[in-house]
Protein backbone atom coordinates (compact mmCIF):
# COMPACT_ATOMS: atom_id res chain seq x y z
CA UNK A 1 0.00 0.00 0.00
CA UNK A 2 3.04 2.48 1.11
CA UNK A 3 4.76 1.95 -2.10
CA UNK A 4 1.60 2.01 -4.28
CA UNK A 5 0.76 5.49 -2.80
CA UNK A 6 4.72 6.57 -3.02
CA UNK A 7 4.92 5.20 -6.92
CA UNK A 8 1.59 7.37 -7.35
CA UNK A 9 3.25 10.06 -6.10
CA UNK A 10 6.00 10.20 -8.65
CA UNK A 11 3.86 9.49 -11.09
CA UNK A 12 1.44 12.45 -10.55
CA UNK A 13 5.21 14.60 -9.87
CA UNK A 14 6.07 13.33 -13.82
CA UNK A 15 2.61 14.35 -14.71
CA UNK A 16 3.16 17.80 -13.07
CA UNK A 17 6.39 17.81 -15.11
CA UNK A 18 4.68 17.74 -18.45
CA UNK A 19 6.67 14.74 -19.12
CA UNK A 20 4.73 11.94 -21.15
CA UNK A 21 3.67 8.77 -20.16
CA UNK A 22 4.82 5.74 -22.62
CA UNK A 23 3.29 2.08 -22.55
CA UNK A 24 5.79 0.46 -20.31
CA UNK A 25 5.91 3.00 -17.33
CA UNK A 26 4.35 2.58 -14.42
CA UNK A 27 0.71 3.97 -14.53
CA UNK A 28 -2.03 3.88 -11.63
CA UNK A 29 -4.30 1.54 -12.51
CA UNK A 30 -7.17 4.12 -12.93
CA UNK A 31 -5.15 6.03 -16.09
CA UNK A 32 -4.28 2.78 -17.44
CA UNK A 33 -8.15 2.09 -17.64
CA UNK A 34 -9.48 5.48 -18.13
CA UNK A 35 -7.40 5.93 -21.49
CA UNK A 36 -8.82 2.38 -22.18
CA UNK A 37 -12.04 3.49 -21.90
CA UNK A 38 -11.70 7.03 -23.77
CA UNK A 39 -9.17 6.22 -26.51
CA UNK A 40 -11.17 2.98 -27.32
CA UNK A 41 -14.50 5.10 -27.12
CA UNK A 42 -12.74 7.91 -29.78
CA UNK A 43 -11.52 4.91 -31.95
CA UNK A 44 -15.30 3.61 -32.13
CA UNK A 45 -16.55 6.97 -32.84
CA UNK A 46 -14.32 7.15 -35.87
CA UNK A 47 -15.64 3.50 -37.34
CA UNK A 48 -19.23 4.71 -36.47
CA UNK A 49 -18.48 7.97 -37.84
CA UNK A 50 -17.87 6.95 -41.31
CA UNK A 51 -21.75 5.29 -41.89
CA UNK A 52 -23.31 8.55 -41.62
CA UNK A 53 -21.53 9.72 -44.25
CA UNK A 54 -21.06 6.44 -46.87
CA UNK A 55 -24.17 7.01 -46.65
CA UNK A 56 -23.77 10.00 -49.12
CA UNK A 57 -20.68 8.39 -51.41
CA UNK A 58 -22.35 7.04 -53.96
CA UNK A 59 -25.45 9.85 -54.50
CA UNK A 60 -22.67 12.67 -54.12
CA UNK A 61 -23.73 15.35 -56.57
CA UNK A 62 -20.32 15.62 -58.56
CA UNK A 63 -17.02 13.38 -58.99
CA UNK A 64 -15.67 16.30 -57.30
CA UNK A 65 -17.66 15.86 -54.57
CA UNK A 66 -17.63 12.33 -54.19
CA UNK A 67 -13.46 11.99 -54.72
CA UNK A 68 -13.48 14.26 -51.40
CA UNK A 69 -15.67 12.58 -49.74
CA UNK A 70 -14.52 9.29 -50.44
CA UNK A 71 -10.88 10.41 -49.59
CA UNK A 72 -12.37 11.64 -45.96
CA UNK A 73 -14.25 8.83 -45.19
CA UNK A 74 -11.36 6.43 -45.53
CA UNK A 75 -9.17 8.85 -43.40
CA UNK A 76 -11.62 8.35 -40.76
CA UNK A 77 -10.74 4.97 -41.00
CA UNK A 78 -7.33 5.11 -40.56
CA UNK A 79 -8.03 7.75 -37.56
CA UNK A 80 -9.60 4.72 -36.32
CA UNK A 81 -6.65 2.54 -36.33
CA UNK A 82 -4.32 5.09 -35.14
CA UNK A 83 -6.57 5.38 -32.30
CA UNK A 84 -7.24 1.67 -31.61
CA UNK A 85 -3.44 0.91 -32.02
CA UNK A 86 -2.53 3.67 -28.95
CA UNK A 87 -5.40 1.65 -26.85
CA UNK A 88 -3.96 -1.87 -27.54
CA UNK A 89 -0.45 -0.37 -26.45
CA UNK A 90 -2.44 -0.60 -22.85
CA UNK A 91 -2.90 -4.05 -22.79
CA UNK A 92 -6.83 -4.70 -24.10
CA UNK A 93 -6.93 -6.71 -27.55
CA UNK A 94 -8.62 -5.09 -30.81
CA UNK A 95 -11.16 -8.21 -30.60
CA UNK A 96 -12.26 -7.80 -27.02
CA UNK A 97 -12.74 -3.47 -28.15
CA UNK A 98 -14.54 -4.87 -30.97
CA UNK A 99 -16.84 -6.76 -28.59
CA UNK A 100 -17.46 -3.93 -26.66
CA UNK A 101 -18.57 -2.03 -29.31
CA UNK A 102 -20.69 -4.88 -30.93
CA UNK A 103 -22.49 -5.48 -27.19
CA UNK A 104 -23.44 -1.62 -26.35
CA UNK A 105 -20.65 -1.95 -23.35
CA UNK A 106 -18.63 0.66 -25.04
CA UNK A 107 -19.69 4.10 -26.34
CA UNK A 108 -19.08 6.10 -29.10
CA UNK A 109 -19.68 10.01 -30.01
CA UNK A 110 -23.45 10.11 -29.71
CA UNK A 111 -23.66 12.61 -32.99
CA UNK A 112 -23.31 9.69 -35.11
CA UNK A 113 -26.79 8.59 -34.22
CA UNK A 114 -28.38 10.84 -36.35
CA UNK A 115 -29.27 10.67 -39.83
CA UNK A 116 -27.87 12.38 -43.08
CA UNK A 117 -31.18 13.17 -44.74
CA UNK A 118 -30.27 15.36 -47.12
CA UNK A 119 -26.51 16.21 -49.15
CA UNK A 120 -26.49 19.43 -46.92
CA UNK A 121 -26.12 17.10 -44.40
CA UNK A 122 -22.56 15.89 -45.74
CA UNK A 123 -21.60 19.92 -45.48
CA UNK A 124 -22.95 20.35 -41.80
CA UNK A 125 -21.01 17.01 -40.83
CA UNK A 126 -17.30 18.56 -42.31
CA UNK A 127 -18.22 22.05 -40.45
CA UNK A 128 -19.79 21.45 -37.71
CA UNK A 129 -18.91 17.65 -36.45
CA UNK A 130 -15.62 17.86 -37.70
CA UNK A 131 -14.58 21.15 -36.92
CA UNK A 132 -15.84 20.50 -32.74
CA UNK A 133 -13.73 16.83 -33.25
CA UNK A 134 -10.56 19.37 -34.42
CA UNK A 135 -11.17 21.59 -31.27
CA UNK A 136 -11.34 18.29 -29.04
CA UNK A 137 -8.39 16.69 -30.84
CA UNK A 138 -5.90 19.46 -30.94
CA UNK A 139 -6.37 19.69 -27.26
CA UNK A 140 -5.16 15.86 -26.99
CA UNK A 141 -2.14 16.50 -29.19
CA UNK A 142 -0.79 17.53 -25.79
CA UNK A 143 -2.22 14.98 -23.70
CA UNK A 144 -0.08 12.65 -21.05
CA UNK A 145 -0.18 9.52 -22.89
CA UNK A 146 2.39 9.22 -25.46
CA UNK A 147 0.77 6.66 -27.38
CA UNK A 148 -2.65 8.43 -27.99
CA UNK A 149 -0.92 12.12 -28.31
CA UNK A 150 1.08 10.87 -31.39
CA UNK A 151 -2.33 9.45 -32.89
CA UNK A 152 -3.72 13.03 -32.38
CA UNK A 153 -0.93 15.03 -33.64
CA UNK A 154 -1.27 12.78 -37.00
CA UNK A 155 -5.16 12.85 -37.16
CA UNK A 156 -4.99 16.64 -36.97
CA UNK A 157 -2.97 17.02 -39.50
CA UNK A 158 -5.68 14.68 -41.92
CA UNK A 159 -8.79 16.83 -40.11
CA UNK A 160 -8.63 20.25 -41.34
CA UNK A 161 -9.26 19.10 -44.83
CA UNK A 162 -12.34 17.34 -43.90
CA UNK A 163 -13.84 20.65 -41.99
CA UNK A 164 -12.67 22.56 -45.22
CA UNK A 165 -14.32 20.05 -47.03
CA UNK A 166 -17.63 20.55 -45.35
CA UNK A 167 -17.51 24.34 -45.04
CA UNK A 168 -17.66 24.22 -48.89
CA UNK A 169 -20.14 22.54 -49.41
CA UNK A 170 -22.44 24.51 -47.38
CA UNK A 171 -21.04 27.73 -49.09
CA UNK A 172 -21.80 26.70 -52.66
CA UNK A 173 -25.35 25.54 -51.19
CA UNK A 174 -26.12 28.95 -49.83
CA UNK A 175 -24.59 30.39 -52.75
CA UNK A 176 -27.05 28.59 -54.93
CA UNK A 177 -30.91 28.50 -55.15
CA UNK A 178 -33.18 29.13 -52.62
CA UNK A 179 -34.08 25.81 -52.34
CA UNK A 180 -30.51 25.17 -52.17
CA UNK A 181 -29.96 27.46 -49.19
CA UNK A 182 -33.27 25.99 -47.61
CA UNK A 183 -31.36 22.74 -47.62
CA UNK A 184 -27.83 23.75 -45.64
CA UNK A 185 -30.14 25.88 -43.20
CA UNK A 186 -32.20 22.81 -42.94
CA UNK A 187 -28.90 20.95 -41.81
CA UNK A 188 -27.28 23.67 -39.31
CA UNK A 189 -30.48 23.35 -37.75
CA UNK A 190 -30.65 19.79 -37.03
CA UNK A 191 -26.57 19.47 -36.78
CA UNK A 192 -25.94 22.31 -34.39
CA UNK A 193 -27.66 20.89 -31.06
CA UNK A 194 -26.13 17.75 -31.66
CA UNK A 195 -23.11 19.30 -31.94
CA UNK A 196 -22.72 21.59 -29.07
CA UNK A 197 -23.47 18.20 -27.31
CA UNK A 198 -20.46 16.50 -28.34
CA UNK A 199 -18.51 17.97 -26.02
CA UNK A 200 -20.04 16.11 -23.47
CA UNK A 201 -21.96 17.16 -20.40
CA UNK A 202 -21.45 20.70 -18.33
CA UNK A 203 -18.86 20.56 -16.19
CA UNK A 204 -21.00 20.64 -12.85
CA UNK A 205 -22.24 17.40 -14.44
CA UNK A 206 -19.00 15.87 -15.48
CA UNK A 207 -17.52 14.48 -12.10
CA UNK A 208 -14.30 13.13 -13.93
CA UNK A 209 -12.83 16.18 -15.04
CA UNK A 210 -11.13 16.72 -12.60
CA UNK A 211 -9.12 14.04 -12.27
CA UNK A 212 -8.48 14.02 -16.17
CA UNK A 213 -7.48 17.47 -15.99
CA UNK A 214 -4.58 16.82 -12.92
CA UNK A 215 -3.74 13.94 -14.86
CA UNK A 216 -3.51 16.09 -17.87
CA UNK A 217 -5.55 13.59 -20.24
CA UNK A 218 -7.99 16.54 -21.01
CA UNK A 219 -6.39 20.23 -20.49
CA UNK A 220 -9.56 22.01 -20.97
CA UNK A 221 -12.73 21.27 -19.74
CA UNK A 222 -16.04 20.36 -22.03
CA UNK A 223 -17.46 24.38 -20.99
CA UNK A 224 -14.09 25.64 -22.08
CA UNK A 225 -14.36 23.61 -25.44
CA UNK A 226 -17.65 24.23 -26.51
CA UNK A 227 -17.29 28.09 -25.62
CA UNK A 228 -14.23 27.72 -28.01
CA UNK A 229 -16.53 25.81 -30.53
CA UNK A 230 -19.54 28.34 -30.01
CA UNK A 231 -17.04 31.37 -30.48
CA UNK A 232 -15.10 30.18 -34.32
CA UNK A 233 -18.30 28.08 -35.19
CA UNK A 234 -20.74 31.48 -35.28
CA UNK A 235 -18.90 34.22 -37.39
CA UNK A 236 -19.10 31.46 -40.22
CA UNK A 237 -22.85 30.66 -40.09
CA UNK A 238 -22.79 34.08 -40.67
CA UNK A 239 -20.88 34.86 -43.55
CA UNK A 240 -22.81 31.25 -45.05
CA UNK A 241 -25.87 34.24 -44.52
CA UNK A 242 -27.79 30.93 -42.94
CA UNK A 243 -29.10 31.51 -38.98
CA UNK A 244 -27.37 29.02 -35.85
CA UNK A 245 -31.27 27.86 -34.48
CA UNK A 246 -30.15 29.37 -31.32
CA UNK A 247 -32.37 32.54 -30.41
CA UNK A 248 -30.19 33.20 -27.28
CA UNK A 249 -26.92 33.34 -29.72
CA UNK A 250 -25.45 36.58 -28.76
CA UNK A 251 -22.16 38.39 -28.64
CA UNK A 252 -21.40 39.60 -25.22
CA UNK A 253 -19.25 42.31 -25.52
CA UNK A 254 -17.89 42.26 -21.49
CA UNK A 255 -17.79 38.58 -21.74
CA UNK A 256 -15.63 38.57 -25.26
CA UNK A 257 -17.48 35.28 -25.98
CA UNK A 258 -20.65 34.52 -27.29
CA UNK A 259 -23.57 33.84 -25.29
CA UNK A 260 -25.69 30.62 -25.97
CA UNK A 261 -28.62 29.03 -25.18
CA UNK A 262 -29.72 25.96 -22.70
CA UNK A 263 -28.58 22.05 -24.17
CA UNK A 264 -31.63 20.00 -24.12
CA UNK A 265 -29.33 17.65 -22.17
CA UNK A 266 -32.36 14.79 -21.63
CA UNK A 267 -31.82 14.28 -25.34
CA UNK A 268 -28.65 13.98 -24.94
CA UNK A 269 -28.62 11.20 -22.50
CA UNK A 270 -31.45 9.55 -24.16
CA UNK A 271 -29.04 8.83 -27.04
CA UNK A 272 -26.29 7.87 -25.09
CA UNK A 273 -28.73 5.41 -23.86
CA UNK A 274 -29.16 3.74 -27.37
CA UNK A 275 -32.57 5.60 -28.13
CA UNK A 276 -31.41 7.88 -30.41
CA UNK A 277 -32.80 7.85 -33.83
CA UNK A 278 -29.91 5.33 -35.52
CA UNK A 279 -28.64 3.88 -32.55
CA UNK A 280 -29.82 0.33 -33.99
CA UNK A 281 -28.83 0.75 -37.00
CA UNK A 282 -25.55 1.60 -36.84
CA UNK A 283 -24.68 -1.44 -34.47
CA UNK A 284 -26.14 -3.50 -36.88
CA UNK A 285 -24.21 -2.17 -40.00
CA UNK A 286 -20.94 -2.54 -37.69
CA UNK A 287 -21.96 -6.19 -36.36
CA UNK A 288 -22.83 -7.10 -40.27
CA UNK A 289 -19.77 -6.02 -41.41
CA UNK A 290 -17.35 -7.84 -38.38
CA UNK A 291 -19.87 -11.06 -39.09
CA UNK A 292 -20.07 -11.06 -43.01
CA UNK A 293 -16.14 -10.37 -42.41
CA UNK A 294 -14.82 -13.38 -40.11
CA UNK A 295 -14.79 -15.86 -43.23
CA UNK A 296 -11.97 -13.01 -45.22
CA UNK A 297 -10.30 -12.85 -42.04
CA UNK A 298 -10.06 -16.63 -41.37
CA UNK A 299 -8.97 -17.26 -44.80
CA UNK A 300 -6.05 -14.56 -44.73
CA UNK A 301 -4.58 -16.12 -41.83
CA UNK A 302 -5.06 -19.83 -43.12
CA UNK A 303 -3.21 -18.33 -46.46
CA UNK A 304 -0.19 -16.78 -44.17
CA UNK A 305 0.50 -20.12 -42.59
CA UNK A 306 0.34 -22.09 -45.93
CA UNK A 307 2.72 -19.01 -46.74
CA UNK A 308 4.44 -19.56 -44.14
CA UNK A 309 4.55 -23.10 -44.42
CA UNK A 310 6.02 -23.04 -48.23
CA UNK A 311 8.91 -21.29 -46.75
CA UNK A 312 10.00 -23.82 -44.25
CA UNK A 313 9.49 -26.57 -46.56
CA UNK A 314 11.71 -24.72 -49.22
CA UNK A 315 14.41 -23.95 -46.33
CA UNK A 316 14.29 -27.57 -45.55
CA UNK A 317 14.91 -29.44 -49.02
CA UNK B 1 1.67 -5.68 -25.70
CA UNK B 2 1.88 -8.84 -23.86
CA UNK B 3 -0.75 -9.50 -21.78
CA UNK B 4 -3.46 -8.93 -24.00
CA UNK B 5 -6.94 -9.96 -23.25
CA UNK B 6 -9.33 -12.26 -24.80
CA UNK B 7 -7.93 -12.14 -28.47
CA UNK B 8 -9.53 -15.05 -30.03
CA UNK B 9 -8.09 -15.43 -33.63
CA UNK B 10 -6.47 -11.80 -34.41
CA UNK B 11 -4.00 -11.73 -36.98
CA UNK B 12 -1.07 -10.57 -35.60
CA UNK B 13 0.38 -7.25 -34.67
CA UNK B 14 3.09 -5.20 -36.72
CA UNK B 15 5.29 -1.95 -36.00
CA UNK B 16 5.27 0.38 -39.28
CA UNK B 17 8.35 2.19 -40.32
CA UNK B 18 8.30 4.76 -42.93
CA UNK B 19 10.93 6.36 -45.02
CA UNK B 20 9.43 9.70 -45.53
CA UNK B 21 12.37 10.12 -48.82
CA UNK B 22 15.72 9.00 -50.26
CA UNK B 23 18.14 10.36 -47.58
CA UNK B 24 15.95 10.27 -44.54
CA UNK B 25 16.00 6.97 -41.78
CA UNK B 26 13.38 5.30 -41.51
CA UNK B 27 10.50 5.99 -38.49
CA UNK B 28 8.10 4.43 -36.72
CA UNK B 29 4.77 5.76 -37.62
CA UNK B 30 2.40 3.28 -35.74
CA UNK B 31 1.20 -0.03 -35.64
CA UNK B 32 -1.10 -2.00 -37.21
CA UNK B 33 -2.67 -5.76 -37.72
CA UNK B 34 -2.32 -7.92 -41.02
CA UNK B 35 -2.56 -11.49 -41.67
CA UNK B 36 1.32 -11.60 -42.57
CA UNK B 37 4.09 -9.25 -43.78
CA UNK B 38 3.39 -8.71 -47.47
CA UNK B 39 -0.45 -7.77 -45.79
CA UNK B 40 1.33 -5.46 -43.42
CA UNK B 41 2.76 -3.43 -46.11
CA UNK B 42 0.10 -3.19 -48.13
CA UNK B 43 -2.08 -1.91 -45.28
CA UNK B 44 0.99 0.74 -44.21
CA UNK B 45 0.69 2.25 -47.80
CA UNK B 46 -3.27 2.96 -47.00
CA UNK B 47 -3.16 4.48 -43.87
CA UNK B 48 0.04 5.66 -43.45
CA UNK B 49 1.41 6.94 -46.93
CA UNK B 50 -2.04 8.35 -48.30
CA UNK B 51 -0.66 11.60 -48.73
CA UNK B 52 2.96 10.57 -49.85
CA UNK B 53 4.26 10.51 -46.34
CA UNK B 54 6.96 7.65 -47.85
CA UNK B 55 9.16 6.40 -50.32
CA UNK B 56 9.15 2.81 -48.26
CA UNK B 57 7.80 0.89 -45.69
CA UNK B 58 9.81 -1.69 -43.17
CA UNK B 59 7.45 -4.11 -41.33
CA UNK B 60 7.80 -6.36 -38.32
CA UNK B 61 5.74 -8.23 -36.19
CA UNK B 62 5.92 -6.59 -32.72
CA UNK B 63 6.37 -9.77 -30.51
CA UNK B 64 10.05 -9.37 -32.22
CA UNK B 65 10.64 -5.95 -30.82
CA UNK B 66 12.74 -6.56 -27.75
CA UNK B 67 12.72 -2.70 -25.64
CA UNK B 68 14.65 -2.26 -22.96
CA UNK B 69 12.50 -1.82 -19.34
CA UNK B 70 11.62 1.35 -17.64
CA UNK B 71 12.31 -0.22 -14.40
CA UNK B 72 16.01 -0.22 -15.20
CA UNK B 73 16.43 2.92 -17.01
CA UNK B 74 18.67 4.25 -14.19
CA UNK B 75 20.69 1.77 -14.20
CA UNK B 76 21.15 1.98 -18.22
CA UNK B 77 20.85 5.66 -19.16
CA UNK B 78 22.40 7.65 -15.67
CA UNK B 79 25.88 6.81 -16.25
CA UNK B 80 25.86 8.78 -19.08
CA UNK B 81 24.99 11.81 -17.11
CA UNK B 82 28.32 12.48 -15.86
CA UNK B 83 30.50 11.69 -18.59
CA UNK B 84 31.44 15.30 -19.54
CA UNK B 85 34.69 14.22 -21.16
CA UNK B 86 32.74 12.82 -24.27
CA UNK B 87 31.66 16.12 -24.87
CA UNK B 88 33.98 18.87 -27.22
CA UNK B 89 32.88 21.54 -24.89
CA UNK B 90 34.96 19.53 -22.03
CA UNK B 91 38.48 20.10 -23.83
CA UNK B 92 39.40 23.89 -23.17
CA UNK B 93 41.00 25.70 -25.62
CA UNK B 94 41.86 28.78 -26.72
CA UNK B 95 38.94 30.96 -29.05
CA UNK B 96 41.84 32.52 -31.51
CA UNK B 97 41.91 28.71 -32.35
CA UNK B 98 39.93 28.40 -35.81
CA UNK B 99 38.24 24.95 -37.38
CA UNK B 100 38.59 22.93 -34.29
FE1 LIG C 1 -11.44 11.66 -37.64
FE1 LIG D 1 -12.67 13.96 -39.70
Known amino acids: MENIHYLEEQFQARIDKGERIEPRDWMPEKYRKTHIRQISQHAHSEIVGMLPEGNWITRAPSLRRKVGLLAKVQDEAGHGLYLYSAAETLGISRDEMTMQLLTGKAKYSSIFN ?204 | MSNKTKANNEWPLFEVFIRSKNGLEHRHAGSLHAADASMAIENARDVYTRRQEGVSIWVVESKHIAASNPESSEALFDPAEDKVYRHPTFYELPIELKHI
Not at chain 1, 126 to 146: C, E, F, H, K, P
Not at chain 1, 218 to 224: F, M, S, V, Y
Not at chain 1, 225 to 243: E, H, K, S, W
Open chain 1, 114 to 317: YPTLSWADIGAIGWLVDGAAIINQVMLTRTSYGPYARAMVRICKEESFHQRQGYEIMLTLCKGSEAQKAMAQDALNRFWWPSLMMFGPRDEDSPNTAQSVKWKIKRQTNDELRQRFVDITAPQADYLGITIPDPDLKWNEERGHYDFGKIDWEEFWQVVKGNGPCNKERIAARTDAWEEGKWVREAALAYAAKQAQAVEVKQAV
